[in-house]
């Protein structure tokens, strides 16, 4: 006789049953964008836009990840100088949001899907702050490679995705309690999933979000970035007075957010000098951009079991919470050679609080959402052990030992689909800047600038007729500075002298 215990061929092809059941809905790995995230974050901005690429053509190419594959992408194409090819993978970015835009509701399907697998089956479609910076980023490519048109369409992208932002949050998180006020109907265990039905639950989470409170708060979804560069543009390349009084208004929305910038207050008073006629003398708007902004990482809770039955053996949900990156060169000083003062970008964005703001507005509908989930697959697992025991049990009441395993091996197969697929949503976009500091200073005669950070330096040859917008990329404290220029306006040529006729 085997000294295993006796299993009747039922029993076996049950719990068998179970095992392919598990293996089959384990999540997709991410591994590749967190490994292109992380090579970004060290520094090694060219293997990461390696990694970058090959995870686009790969696992980028399913709809589920392609948004976030070609937005980490085009970012590192960007900060490496490939304006064109930044623009490419922006712009397919963008198609495939709009897409998803174009048809807000995820298929009953996919939704029930991810739900009992967990969220990262479902599409990312970005953030309202990735719309706004992709299409920011764009327009900087296109200045970069003078094509200041496509520039505008960008900059007018930016502004609408910014004013649809507060709409779309709002719907997400209805449709979201929407969700978990039918299951608790379904089910009859009260009428949310909110962290108010449990003392406890409602407390750890405090504690383990209370953080985004200290970020110094925009308007809503709106990023001093985005609004200098579509300031600066209006400013020098104006089509009517309708751009005007668009620079001034930009530029006057900058300065209420960097209050303290004296690079932002000079801009402002150029858009109001125009008024009169007067044009900018040649200027360099330094942007210094430095740093990664933050990734997502998770944190595991055990949640009330009430959500579901008390013959629940497991369960409990990883929620996403946001781990900055303090890494990062702090200041950069520039200068127009010898007899000129130093001038130090000041604060221009945090990067990380338009981030951080952005993730505290979506919290509900993920705290809802994560909470469902690990609440369906629960409902799922009881409901998978009560049916193995109800197929096990004999007319008799008694087990034999074969069915006994059975039912313990289909048991252990449903914690462990539970422990494998509580997997938190934490993909984001990490290879933009933490933050964007910002000085602006006279081109001098002879064009040159010299730009330091930390240890890394440069020299600037600048066209001295004209102004420029000079973007200084530090990602990592050790790593080089990656400097891209581009013009903003037309040149300032000098007027001839009026000639004078001889002395009478």
Known sequence: MSPSLPFHPAGRRRVCAVLVLLLAVLPGCNQALLDGQSAFRSGDVVHARAIFDAYARGEGQKARNRVIALLELGATQQALGEFEASNHSLAQAQAAIDRFDESPEISLNAETRALLINLNELPYRGWDSDRIMAATLRA??????????????????????????????????????QAARQYAAERGVGNSLSPADDARMNQQLAQRFGQLDQYEIYADYANPFAELLQGLYFLYHQADTGDAERARKSLERTAGMAPYNPGVAGDLNAALDTRTGASPPPTAHVFFATGTSPRLGAFYLELPIFLVSRQVDYIAANFPILIENPHHLDHCVVTAGPGHAAVTAQRLANLDAVVGQEFKNRLPAIIVKSTLSAALKAAAAYALNRSLRNAASPSSGRYNAGDEFAVFAGRLAAIGYQAATNQADQRIWSSLPKKIDYA????????????????????????PTRSHGIWVRSVSPSGPLMIHTFPLGPAHRPQAATPQGPRP
């Open 440 to 463: 602006r200073l006279p081109v001098p005669a002879n064009g040159q600038l010299q730009i330091q950070a930390g240890a890394a330096g440069s020299t600037l040859s600048l066209d």
């Open 140 to 177: 900087m490519n296109f200045l970069c490679l003078g094509d200041p048109a496509s520039a505008r369409a960008s900059l007018n992208r930016a502004y609408r995705h910014q004013q649809e932002a507060v709409a779309r949050n709002a719907k997400e998180l209805e449709n979201a309690q």
